[in-house]
């Protein structure tokens, strides 16, 4: 994590601007004095600095939820903020350097907005989920020049490492996203999929809650993949293996194709290591052999006005909501000037979305970008403009 270690945080006047970072307000955390947020623009990225001090230390550093996926906006913004405000770095491992030539010119790297406003359907569309080193990705969008690749993982040197590679191989049917799969499925249009791989995933023995496969995860792949259309897990854990195969087979009706150390075009690093291990490679392929209804989902997120008070926002610190099919977790509140911000957890329980809303004189929105528009979203924003309005 990029960071800075200070003698002693400063505040810069808000709004202001240094060497191309916008500095635009500050947040107070409400119940933990030594915790502050520094609201930042740089570019197309809106996210914040964190500033946390304990007995040993003060440390700058970003946000871990608003974080942007290039790595090199952090450290922009972290140095200037650093420079604006006169700080005294004890330390740091935060590099001033340029950015990247093959990062300079970037369109492949999208975010959910992208695919939100206009999901491209003229074309077979398959996604990657967690690509990691990034090779199986880019030799599948190489080889199939008419097929639009969407490759997600939220690991940032992971991300830059493909976008590099996209550049210089000239690769113009490959996206990248940093976002939580699990939600991204609930946006793809029907029957457009034509593969969904899911290639050694994080096994989450201790947190199944976390797991990409899942029920609701393998509905909406029936959803999304066209008739023929494959959903590939590929896992070297035999718990993950075990675990998947019951999910799926749970299903009443299901197709499904089952190898053991099955040799493809091409592994990861990590694949080699485990082979020359001699450890098993499982792989449950799944086979789509029905066609979907359109996706059909209505709403909006605008709020009402705020009816309670500013001291009543900061009373749902840690509380948490419930309602048919989701939740809201109020996590975290801050202070901020003319009005309160709070760290939300919302929607379904097995697949959250963590978002930060804005209230100041009695309007609210929230930040840095609206909600996937998903129904169980919508269902949560619904129930939460009802709490706000009193």
Do not use: C
Not at 52 to 73: G, N, W
Not at 91 to 111: D, F
Not at 323 to 345: A, D, P, Q, T
């Amino acid at each position: 994590m990029p960071h800075l270690h200070i003698k002693e945080f400063k505040e810069v006047e808000f709004p202001s601007e240094y060497d191309g970072v916008s500095f635009n307000f500050m947040a107070d955390n409400a119940n933990q004095t030594k915790e502050k947020l520094i609201a930042v623009s740089l570019e197309d990225d809106d996210f914040f600095l964190l500033v946390r001090q304990d007995e040993e230390k003060i440390l700058l550093k970003s946000d871990k939820l608003t974080r942007p996926a290039s790595i090199y906006s952090v450290h922009k913004a972290l140095l200037a903020y650093a420079k604006a405000a006169n700080l005294e770095v004890m330390s740091s491992n935060v590099p001033e350097q340029k950015k990247n030539i093959h990062l300079e010119e970037i369109t492949a790297l999208k975010k959910i907005e992208y695919f939100a406003d206009d999901f491209a359907t003229d074309k077979e569309v398959r996604v990657e989920v967690g690509f990691g080193s990034g090779r199986h990705l880019l030799h599948q969008a190489a080889q199939n020049p008419d097929i639009l690749f969407i490759g997600i993982e939220i690991h940032r040197p992971s991300i830059e490492q493909v976008l590099k590679q996209i550049t210089i191989q000239e690769l113009d049917n490959l996206y990248v996203l940093d976002y939580d799969a699990r939600l991204f499925m609930e946006l793809i249009p029907s029957n457009i999929v034509g593969k969904v791989y899911v290639h050694f995933p994080v096994p989450w023995d201790k947190k199944p809650h976390r797991r990409v496969i899942s029920t609701s995860f393998i509905e909406e792949s029936r959803r999304v993949l066209k008739v023929g259309g494959q959903l590939e897990l590929r896992t070297d854990s035999e718990n993950y293996y075990a675990y998947s195969y019951e999910t799926f087979i749970n299903f009443n009706k299901t197709v499904l194709h089952i190898n053991k150390n099955k040799d493809i075009a091409i592994t990861s690093k990590y694949e080699d290591r485990w082979k020359k291990m001699e450890k098993n490679i499982y792989d449950i392929t799944m086979i789509n052999e029905e066609d979907s209804s359109a996706l059909h989902v209505e709403g909006n997120f605008n709020f009402n006005t705020v009816n309670i008070s500013n001291d009543e926002l900061l009373k749902l610190h840690k509380q948490t909501q419930r309602f048919e099919g989701g939740f809201i977790h109020f996590e975290r509140v801050y202070k901020i000037e003319n009005g309160v911000m709070i760290r939300l957890s919302i929607g379904s329980f097995d697949r959250p979305e963590h978002l930060y809303l804005i209230v100041q004189n009695k309007v609210a929105k929230y930040f840095p970008s609206l909600p996937l528009k998903s129904k169980s979203n919508l269902a949560a924003h619904i129930f939460l403009d009802k709490v706000l309005h009193g």
